[in-house]
């Protein structure tokens, strides 16, 4: 093999080298941009997820808020409610010790 072919070979061996290393960063840049759109789309993601998140805890606070005020009124009818009771009660004793004393005077006796 002559010297000129040996430089010939090589500069072969370094051409396809060179054409390789292009195709390499043309394969890479591909990739790059792979994981780019990936990582816009994890973050889209991730901001829709706690979105929604923070809509079903506003929901949930709601829910609890509404549970608080039911559970209030029903306090408050009880409240009421016991209230009436124990008037009536004073007023059935009141009727009762009234038609007692009738019969003991002997209004009630015919």
Not at 51 to 62: F, G, L, N, T, V
Not at 65 to 81: F, L, P, T
Not at 91 to 105: F, G, P, Q
């Amino acid at each position: 093999m002559t010297p000129e072919e040996r430089f010939e070979r090589i500069d072969a061996t370094l051409q396809k080298s060179a054409d390789l290393q292009v195709e390499l960063q043309e394969a890479m840049k591909g990739v790059i941009q792979i994981q780019k759109r990936f990582a816009e789309s994890i973050s889209q993601y991730a901001d829709a997820a706690e979105q929604r998140m923070d809509a079903a805890e506003e929901r949930a606070a709601r829910i609890d808020e509404s549970v608080v005020r039911v559970n209030k009124s029903i306090a408050d009818y009880m409240d009421a409610s016991n209230a009436r009771m124990k008037r009536l009660e004073e007023n059935l004793d009141a009727l009762i010790r009234a038609i007692t004393a009738e019969h003991s005077n002997g209004k009630g006796k015919a």
